[in-house]
């Protein structure tokens, strides 16, 4: 994982979160290499971002609730097709998104189209994620899946 992101930031934890009138599960897997001090805060703001969106029933945490002085933070969205949201947490909100829909792109679960889709769901920024969008593929591009 490439340390571009600046601050230190060479990892998180990201988090898979689906939920229905009864039941939540969730599976949350550390992603790169975090910071061992930080690494209980990005579990538990992973897990918030994508639980308050689907508690909410919103498409993303972004305009769901989001209070940073309180601790809730954007970063998850539904996944297309899915009845379940990723959240990932570790870097700066706007690439914290940018990365889950990279990792989707990567692993063949959406295409390009919902990839804009997404980030159009995210009032205000559309334009932030598409440019942010653009220097991770110049980045991560270069890494073998």
């Not at 990005?42 to 972004?62: C, M, P, V």
């Not at 539904?78 to 990365?99: M, R, T």
Request: hydrophobic share 40%; with cysteine.
């Amino acid at each position: 994982m490439s340390a571009h992101y600046g601050d230190g930031r060479t990892g998180g934890v990201i988090t898979l979160f689906g939920r229905d009138d009864v039941f939540a599960l969730y599976v949350q897997a550390e992603v790169g290499t975090p910071d061992p001090s930080k690494l209980r805060r990005y579990h538990t703001i992973s897990l918030e971002k994508a639980d308050r969106a689907a508690r909410f029933g919103q498409f993303n945490s972004w305009v769901t609730d989001r209070d940073p002085e309180q601790g809730q933070y954007g970063g998850a969205f539904a996944i297309p097709s899915l009845n379940v949201y990723i959240s990932f947490s570790g870097w700066k909100e706007q690439d914290d998104i940018v990365f889950a829909a990279y990792v989707l792109l990567r692993a063949e679960l959406i295409r390009e189209e919902d990839v804009n889709r997404i980030f159009r769901q995210h009032d205000g920024i559309c334009y932030n994620l598409t440019q942010r969008w653009e220097e991770f593929v110049d980045v991560f591009e270069a890494v073998p899946v």
